[in-house]
Structure formats: structure tokens, C-alpha cells
């Protein structure tokens, strides 16, 4: 394809962003909206000729189901004689393995793309898709260093398995795969994407394969028993979690109910790493608003506290300047945030009076982070948040309240329904 042609006269293309043997993707734009895009050609003589034209079908069908912050977006399909065409989300990151390949990632930071990865992977998984080949080759990033999983060639919905409720083709890359798919006995989607995670976690802070030799043979016999060592300067907490999913039998391995419980998945973003988030014109607009000095700040460095919070850290908090807003669209799938003029002991009371109206489990922890809970058992769970408070002056408090475990569903249903009419009266307006 040439630089610049025009394609069915709605995308201009421009250079070469990578290729396979069966599709090149490019750099791309609608000319319509401007909006950039990346588009996929295949070539369909060579995935007929191969047998392959049931999975690409797979791939568009699965990718039209999930909708997802932190999944590529398929915008649409065209196709000619020869060629299928994917639209796809612009990733301008690139892959997350060219960052891997730079050097270890701080706990912090590895943390920040593992949960993107798990909110990812769970959503596929409630809507009966497992993606079965998750490695950091196909996990992208755009322009604000958000995750997105891509390439859901190899992906199975639910009504791919057998009579015996489980999944029979062996796929996946070696290095990634869990060990029950390797024994092709019969494997559960869910937990081999879990397996598949754990991996991701380990190169995420080391830097490279916890599983790793030239010869398959050995390399297998060592994922089937788990033989790995963990680097001295993984935290305790990092090591509890990665031998919990890292469990060569599925049937006890840790599932994303429990991997979202761990103390180490929980651990709240320090500021170094929400730093990153914020794009330099942010800071900019921001100064000339009146709202911050950032840039070289020294008061922006160390970690978030209830009392010691700056502009540059409610900003780092919020993707707006409406900080008053109780919802915001990208977040709300998993927490929400608003500003009070109330005293954090006078929210910390409403908060406990609308867990009693609403009977809710309330449970206040040493860190002084209060943990709302069901008492009855959801879809996934006991439906968990936690309601942290940040007092940046005497009469101006951000809350932010955030699903630790549950079901999304259910948990927006609750903050719908119950917490956000609640709490109106207490919200900065």
C-alpha cells in the first residue's frame, strides 16, 4: 500500500506501523473527524489458503463485544475482494514490552499497569471471553500511558468449551502459558488467563521470564511445577501474590477476586506514578487558570496523605478541573470522586449513616481508608469500596470512593441508586 493513498475515501494512510505474515498495520487518519486510527489489512487469500478465516471472523465478533478503557477499540470492518480491513484505536505508546525491554519497572509502576490489565481481563471474562494468548507483545499503550489489551485472534468465548465445561486448544506463547493448557487435558479459560498475568507481573518487575530456557521441553517441565525465583528485591506482598497466581494447579489458584483483596494489588498509587498520567499541558492550563504551580515543584514529590495534599495532587486525583462533579465517565466503572466544604469527621459521620441506611457492612481500617461492604454475596462476591479522605484545607476535602471487589454492575447500581443520592447534600456544588 503507498504512503498517503486514500482508502475507500474515508481514511488516508500514512506510514507502516508493523507487520505479520498474514496483515500490516498502519498509521492512519478519517478524514472526515481527523481522528487517528490505526488500520489493520489482511490479506484474505493467504488466511483462506490457511484455514484462518473462522478465527479473524472470532476476532471481529469478540472485539465488537468488548467495550473497555483498557482494551483496543475496533471503531469498524471493511473488506474488498481481496483485503479485510480492522479500524483501529491509535495505541501511540506502542507496545508495553518496548518499555519492559528499557529496564525493570518500579513496584509503583508495574502495579499501575497490572491493574489496568486485571480490570481489563475481568471484564472480558464476565462477558465469556478469554483472550488466551496475554503477553506484553499485545498490550499497548496510548498517548497517556493507559493500557489497552490487544490482538484477540487466539481469544474463545464461552461457548467454545466442551461438554465438560472446559476449553480444548492448546494456544498461547510458550513462555505465558499455564501449565494445564500445556497438558492438554482440558483447561478453564478464566484461570489460564490468570496464569498468563501472573507471568506479565513477574517481567513487569524484573524485567524478564520467571520461566525461561532455550530447550522447550525443559522449560515446560518447569512451568508444570512452578520453578521460579522471585529477585531479592521483590516486596513480601509481591511475592504472596505472585505464588498465589503462579499455583501450577488451577483448581487453588488465586482467582481476580482474591487478587484484587491482596495487600499488594491494593496498595494506593503513589504520586511518582500519577505524575506520569498527567500530560505536560495539563500543568499548563492548569497555571494559567490559577490552580497550580507544578512543574519542579518539590512539594510534588513523596507519597499522597489525608493532610498533605497540593493542587498538582487533586489534579494527579481527578481527569477534570470539575472537581466537584460526583461522577466522572472514565472512572465511574470503578470508583467515583467529589469535593465537600464539610470537615473530614462530618463526612466520615454521613458516610456511616448512609451505610446504615443502605445496611452496609462499615469497617474502619488503621490507615483511616473506611470500608463499606454488602452482607450479602453478589455475582462476584461480597460487593466491596473503600471511602479514603483527603483534607486539602480546613474546609475543602476530596473524597474518593472506590470498588475493591463485586461486581461492576452491582456496584454502579448502588452508587446510583443508593450512595449518590445520599450523599448530594455533603458534595461542593
Known amino acids: 500500500m503507498e504512503e498517503r493513498s486514500v482508502l475507500m475515501g474515508r481514511y488516508e494512510i500514512g506510514r507502516l506501523l508493523g507487520q505479520g505474515t498474514f ?26 489458503k490457511t484455514g484462518l478465516m473462522d478465527q479473524i471472523k472470532r476476532e471481529i465478533s469478540i472485539m465488537r463485544l468488548v467495550r473497555h478503557p483498557n482494551i483496543l477499540q475496533l471503531f469498524e470492518v471493511m473488506a474488498t475482494k481481496n483485503k479485510i480491513y480492522f479500524v483501529l484505536e491509535y495505541a501511540k505508546g506502542g507496545e508495553l514490552f518496548n518499555k519492559i525491554a528499557k529496564g525493570k519497572l518500579t513496584e509503583e509502576a508495574a502495579r499501575k499497569y497490572f491493574q489496568q490489565l486485571i480490570g481489563a481481563v475481568d471484564y472480558c471474562h464476565s462477558r465469556g471471553v478469554y483472550h488466551r494468548d496475554l503477553k506484553p507483545e499485545n498490550l499497548l499503550l496510548d498517548e497517556n500511558e493507559t493500557l489497552k489489551v490487544s490482538d484477540f485472534g487466539l481469544s474463545a468465548l464461552a461457548e467454545s468449551k466442551r461438554q465438560d465445561g472446559l476449553l480444548h486448544t492448546a494456544c498461547g506463547t ?135 495534599l497540593n493542587a498538582f495532587d487533586i489534579i494527579s486525583l481527578s481527569t477534570g478541573f470539575d472537581l466537584s462533579r460526583l461522577f466522572d465517565e472514565k472512572y465511574s466503572q470503578r470508583g467515583a470522586r467529589f469535593t465537600s466544604n464539610q470537615s473530614a469527621e462530618a463526612i466520615f459521620e454521613k458516610l456511616k449513616e448512609l451505610a446504615r441506611s443502605l445496611k452496609l457492612k462499615v469497617t474502619k481500617k488503621d490507615d483511616g481508608v473506611l470500608k463499606l461492604a454488602t452482607t ?49 447534600d455533603i458534595v461542593w456544588a
Not at 496464569?195 to 513487569?204: E, K, M, Q, T
Not at 525443559?218 to 509481591?238: G, H, N, T, V, W
Request: proline share 5%.
Open 23 to 48: 496483515a500490516k498495520v498502519y498509521y492512519s487518519r478519517n478524514l472526515a473527524t481527523g481522528q487517528t486510527v490505526a488500520i489493520k489489512v489482511i490479506d484474505k487469500d493467504k488466511i483462506v
Open 174 to 308: 510458550p513462555a505465558y502459558v499455564a501449565p494445564e493448557v500445556l497438558s492438554r487435558k482440558g483447561y478453564n479459560g478464566a484461570q489460564a488467563d490468570v496464569w498468563s498475568c501472573g507471568v506479565i507481573l513477574f517481567v513487569l518487575a524484573a524485567s524478564y521470564l520467571p520461566f525461561h530456557e532455550r530447550n522447550l521441553i525443559e522449560m515446560y517441565k518447569k512451568i508444570s511445577k512452578a520453578q521460579y525465583r522471585c529477585p531479592r528485591s521483590f516486596s513480601a506482598e509481591l511475592k504472596e501474590l505472585l505464588y498465589g497466581i503462579l499455583n501450577p494447579d488451577p483448581n487453588t489458584r488465586m482467582p481476580i477476586s482474591r487478587i484484587k483483596r491482596s495487600a499488594w494489588y491494593r496498595k494506593p498509587l503513589g504520586l511518582a506514578v500519577l505524575k506520569t498520567e498527567i500530560v505536560n499541558k495539563t500543568c499548563t492550563e492548569a497555571t494559567t487558570s490559577g490552580l497550580i504551580d507544578c512543574v519542579g515543584s518539590e512539594r510534588n514529590q513523596g507519597s499522597l496523605a489525608l493532610a498533605n
Open 376 to 424: 450479602k454475596e453478589g455475582r462476584k462476591g461480597i460487593l466491596e469500596l473503600n471511602a479514603e479522605i483527603f483534607e486539602i484545607a480546613p474546609s475543602f476535602v476530596l473524597v474518593e470512593l472506590k470498588k475493591t471487589n463485586g461486581d461492576t454492575l452491582e456496584y454502579q447500581k448502588l452508587m446510583t441508586d443508593g450512595i449518590r443520592p445520599s450523599l448530594e
